[in-house]
């Protein structure tokens, strides 16, 4: 064997074993059973536990009185917190969140409740709620989301006009600054 296969050969086995002893150091040997459990490093965000997913039936009782009905919306949050950002599918995706249920019957007085109890408010819940310089900003922001549609394909205009159907006064003024961009958009 010359110098050069000694030297190659003599450092493939090295690195080899190494790899070998990387291994057994990051993964030892363990005397009982296989663990399906992996430990993560420091430097590996661990997920958190997800508890299992809430019964269907519940979250779309939950989303319907969210609609409407106020105390039934605080006692099933009170019973299952985890219903506050859950989600009903009516399928061909037209998805729901309570508060976009609230969001587009005009109900202040439910929205404020769900958004109290960490509910993720979206631009059609602050149209009806009235927060004119939150909507500004958003659709500066994001332009076309003035034709966006929200639960079931009702646009921001009408949720605006929910809110203010239902003594949301605010929500007036957001109602005459869509139909303001709505007007010049079709002008262009």
Do not use: C
């Not at 057994?24 to 430097?43: E, L």
């Not at 922001?141 to 079931?152: E, K, S, V, W």
């Not at 205009?157 to 239902?166: D, I, R, V």
């Amino acid at each position: 064997m010359d110098r050069r296969t000694f030297t190659l050969t003599g450092t493939v086995t090295l690195l080899g074993l190494a790899a070998k002893v990387l291994a057994q150091q990051t993964n030892p040997p363990s005397t009982s059973a296989p663990s399906t459990s992996v430990t993560p490093s420091a430097a590996t965000p661990q997920a958190p536990v997800r508890p299992p997913a809430l019964a269907a039936e519940l979250v779309k009782e939950f989303v319907i009185a969210a609609h409407g009905n106020l105390e039934k919306t605080k006692a099933m949050l009170a019973a299952e917190p985890g219903l506050v950002n859950a989600t009903w599918d009516w399928g061909g995706g037209d998805f729901e969140q309570a508060i976009g249920g609230a969001g587009h019957m005009g109900r202040k007085d439910i929205a404020d409740f769900l958004i109290s109890q960490g509910a993720r408010m979206d631009i059609f819940v602050a149209a009806m709620l009235g927060d004119l310089d939150l909507v500004k900003a958003y659709l500066q922001a994001q332009p076309h989301q003035a034709t966006a549609r929200g639960p079931h394909g009702i646009p921001l205009l009408a949720h605006a006009q929910m809110g203010a159907k239902n003594g949301v006064k605010e929500a007036s003024a957001v109602v005459d600054f869509l139909q303001s961009i709505t007007t010049s958009n079709k002008a262009s």
